[in-house]
């Protein structure tokens, strides 16, 4: 087993994102202690945004919601998940499974002792970032899902999911760049598929990055479906406000933002919103707008 970190040097000079990591030590089993970075902007007494984000993206996917959140006085945590932009990247997709992620990310969590949150994930940042909620549902204060789900593999999954899967286990080369900008609909510049990419120096840094695509839970009978549904029963008792915020031009979860708003007391009257002109990557293309959502609609909770 071996774990790979990704030299500073690549960090450096990236478009819009000059936000200096802090770490984080968390136990990895087998793997042995691991890195978990993350950047942190605005008032250190300020009420808690914790960002989280997916597949194959990390923290710098925040760089346009981050200064509209700390303009509004939030404190911002974004942590890069592990097999991510900063946080370690073990070598071997083996060493990856559903449940280690939500342990290590647990463990973050808990270390930055943090109350009253408000959560907003996406992609993967949902389906790890919602285990968390269920984990510590009095920890958070409010959630706003976009893009994402707990799946527990009842329903079927989409054409474009499984062609996601399938891609990513076949082609040569793993460009997170390229695959950020074909899940948006506005795109992406040079600079931005640069920083992307920056996370790997070559393709031993990406079997994180490969594999998360085989986890999603398909099947009920998979690995962590039962976990999911456990999960699932802490979201139906979860009476605080839970905001969906999906991208109408997104071909892989749109649809399951209804289910989570017919499930969840907390959605019941919130004022759920299709983002227009963006796809996946949201907060690409709509950052600073959905940014501007999340302090209307938080002001308003109190």
Not at 19 to 42: F, K, N, S
Not at 266 to 277: C, D, S, T
Request: net charge negative; proline share 7%.
């Amino acid at each position: 087993m071996a774990v790979l970190r990704t030299p500073d040097s690549r960090f450096e000079g990236l478009a819009g994102f000059d936000y200096q990591p802090h770490y984080t030590m968390v136990d990895g089993g087998p793997l042995g202690p691991l890195r978990i970075a993350h950047v942190e902007a605005g008032p250190a007494d300020g009420p808690v945004m914790l960002l989280m984000h997916g597949e194959p993206s990390w923290s710098y996917l925040y760089r346009k919601m981050i200064p509209v959140l700390v303009a509004a006085g939030y404190r911002c945590l974004a942590p890069d998940l592990v097999g991510f932009g900063r946080s370690d990247k073990p070598t071997e997709r083996t060493d990856y499974t559903y449940e280690r992620h939500v342990d290590w990310m647990s463990q973050w969590f808990t270390a930055q002792a943090v109350e009253g949150v408000t959560l907003f994930c996406q992609d993967w940042g949902g389906l790890i970032g919602l285990r968390l909620l269920a984990a510590f549902p009095d920890r958070f204060a409010r959630v706003c899902a976009a893009n994402t789900f707990l799946p527990t593999g009842e329903g079927k999954a989409s054409p474009a999911f499984e062609a996601w899967r399938n891609f990513s286990q076949n082609v040569p080369d793993f460009d997170s760049g390229w695959i950020v900008n074909g899940g948006t609909a506005r795109g992406i510049g040079e600079a931005e598929r640069a920083a992307y990419n920056a996370p790997y120096p070559d393709d031993s840094y990406k079997a994180g990055a490969r594999i998360f695509p085989m986890l999603v839970v398909t099947e009920p009978d998979m690995p962590s479906a039962a976990e999911n549904r456990a999960a699932w029963g802490v979201l139906e008792q979860f009476e605080k406000p839970f905001l969906t915020l999906f991208g109408e031009k997104d071909m892989v979860t749109l649809g399951t933002e209804k289910i989570l708003q017919a499930r969840i007391p907390g959605a019941k009257g919130q004022p759920h919103r299709l983002i227009e002109n963006a796809g996946h990557f949201l907060q690409e293309d709509a950052g600073e707008e959905i940014a501007q959502e999340l302090v209307r609609w938080a002001g308003k909770q109190g």
